[in-house]
């Protein structure tokens, strides 16, 4: 079911939104999990996300001359304001929205999750995440291509088994973890993979 999605999509950013009022201007400009982003703009991307439509996705991705890094880094620019407080009241400004890009919905709460675990764990932040919310993250990836984002190719050649959750994919060697930590891996979050263990760890773990 799809009617569920955004009610999830809602309390995560609802969550973040907390969790970032907290932070002072120095951890905003903490490195996130994101690659060459600081958490000021993996905050300022979720205010992009939030915004897409359908029709704005994929006007965006043929001016960035179709690279989705390049898409996102725009969008980033585009929504990253002077200060943090400004970025944070964007952020409220669109946590209640329901627009999407051309994409399963379930992949919004890959964004919501994954990010907020981008910007929570540099700063030593927890979260509990909704289970449901973790494993249809997780399983979405593993029906998603690589070159999407996801980890449909890694599933041929792993055996994922969450050890709190009902999930067990993937052909090949195990690798075993709680759900949260098999989807940050597979979504290319190497600080997860020391919450991981068993014989495809290797495989999970080696470059794409």
Same mark, same amino acid.
């Given at each position: 079911?799809?009617?569920? /999605?955004?009610?999830?999509?809602?309390?995560?950013?609802?969550?973040?939104?907390?969790?970032? %009022?907290?932070?002072?201007?120095?951890?905003?400009?903490?490195?996130?999990?994101? !690659?060459?982003?600081? /958490?000021?703009? /993996?905050?300022?991307?979720?205010?992009? #996300?939030?915004?897409?439509?359908?029709?704005?996705?994929?006007?965006?991705?043929?001016? %960035?001359?179709?690279?989705?890094?390049?898409?996102?880094?725009?969008?980033?620019?585009?929504?990253?304001?002077?200060?943090?407080?400004? #970025?944070?009241?964007?952020?409220? =400004?669109?946590?209640?929205?329901?627009?999407?890009?051309?994409?399963?919905?379930?992949?919004? $709460?890959?964004?919501?999750?994954?990010?907020?675990?981008?910007?929570?764990?540099?700063?030593?932040?927890? =979260?509990?995440?909704?289970?449901?919310?973790?494993? =249809?993250?997780?399983?979405?990836?593993?029906?998603?291509?690589?070159?999407?984002?996801?980890?449909?190719?890694?599933?041929? =050649?792993?055996?994922?088994?969450? #050890?709190?959750?009902?999930?067990?994919?993937?052909?090949?060697?195990?690798?075993?973890?709680?759900?949260?930590?098999?989807?940050?891996?597979?979504?290319?979050?190497?600080?997860?993979?020391?919450? $991981?263990?068993?014989?495809?760890? !290797?495989?999970?773990?080696?470059?794409?």
């Amino acid at each position: 079911m799809n009617d569920d /999605v955004w009610p999830m999509v809602h309390a995560e950013r609802a969550a973040l939104i907390e969790d970032l %009022a907290r932070l002072d201007d120095e951890q905003w400009r903490q490195p996130s999990l994101c !690659a060459g982003w600081t /958490v000021h703009d /993996v905050a300022a991307h979720l205010v992009d #996300t939030a915004r897409t439509t359908r029709l704005g996705f994929v006007a965006g991705l043929a001016r %960035a001359r179709f690279d989705f890094d390049r898409q996102n880094a725009r969008g980033v620019e585009r929504e990253r304001a002077g200060s943090p407080g400004e #970025t944070l009241e964007r952020l409220r =400004r669109v946590a209640s929205r329901r627009s999407t890009p051309p994409a399963p919905l379930d992949s919004r $709460l890959v964004e919501e999750v994954v990010h907020g675990e981008d910007i929570r764990r540099p700063l030593g932040l927890t =979260r509990a995440y909704p289970p449901q919310a973790v494993v =249809r993250g997780l399983r979405l990836q593993l029906r998603t291509p690589a070159s999407f984002g996801g980890a449909k190719e890694l599933a041929s =050649r792993v055996r994922l088994i969450a #050890t709190d959750a009902e999930v067990l994919a993937g052909d090949g060697p195990e690798v075993r973890g709680p759900a949260l930590s098999l989807l940050l891996a597979v979504s290319g979050r190497r600080v997860a993979l020391d919450e $991981l263990d068993g014989p495809g760890l !290797a495989t999970l773990a080696a470059p794409a």
